[in-house]
């Protein structure tokens, strides 16, 4: 990702992150994060931000947009409010001099340790854990739709990526967001589903789409819920 900025005609300036691509057409999308802009490789600076201009006032409209609906950022304090597979869970500290387990007891994740007052100790330890909790689910999830494909994944990692929720490589290699953990189980199976159906299919053409709909028939609704869901999701940095 480049950081970029774009000048408008009456001085204001939009900063956005450009990713320069494979691809024939420009794509913009409103993250947690602001305005990200999919690119050809080859594209001229000029018809960029020509195409970018065309666009500034849809641009406008969605991040003023996504001010209005953003939460606020995670506090790592005792009775702190997460999501763990779509269930609302308690952040619960308890100091205690030696141990420094974080565990899953009902609606609460419980951690303990004599650094329960250090908020980057204790998010460290959370977001290890959550992680620790996404790759297994992950794995077994894409080792269940490999064999209903009759296909074989060669690896399966988890991506901290700040724009995308999962990728597929030519190698069949499958990296997936440690923070879907926190989405509804059918959003996670949806996005698993979305890469693994590039494994028939490099590319989002309609092949793609009719290899996603007989992995996950209702991915346009699914594809709703996670862009609502996105800005909650990334609350965890």
Request: charged fraction near 20%.
């Amino acid at each position: 990702m480049i950081e970029q900025l774009l000048q408008l005609p009456d001085g204001q300036t939009i900063p956005y992150q450009l990713d320069l691509r494979v691809r024939r057409t420009i794509g913009l999308k409103i993250t947690a994060q602001g305005l990200v802009v999919h690119a050809p490789k080859r594209i001229a600076a000029s018809q960029l931000q020509q195409v970018l201009l065309q666009k500034a006032r849809w641009i406008q409209q969605k991040l003023a947009l996504r001010e209005v609906n953003q939460v606020s950022p995670m506090q790592w304090v005792d009775g702190e409010h997460l999501l763990f597979m779509g269930q609302d869970i308690v952040l619960t500290l308890q100091q205690h001099a030696t141990s420094k387990a974080v565990v899953l007891q009902g609606n609460q994740l419980l951690v303990r340790s004599p650094q329960i007052d250090q908020p980057a100790f204790v998010a460290r330890k959370v977001l290890q854990w959550f992680a620790q909790q996404a790759l297994p689910d992950f794995k077994r999830r894409v080792e269940l739709i490999a064999a209903q494909m009759g296909e074989k994944v060669t690896a399966v990692a988890l991506s901290n990526a700040r724009s995308r929720w999962g990728s597929c490589n030519s190698r069949k290699q499958i990296r997936l967001n440690w923070r879907l953990i926190q989405a509804p189980p059918h959003i996670i199976q949806y996005v698993i589903c979305h890469e693994m159906a590039h494994l028939r299919e490099m590319n989002h053409s309609a092949k793609f789409y009719a290899v996603q709909a007989s992995l996950f028939p209702n991915y346009e609704q699914a594809e709703k819920e996670l862009k609502s869901l996105s800005a909650i999701l990334h609350r965890m940095a």
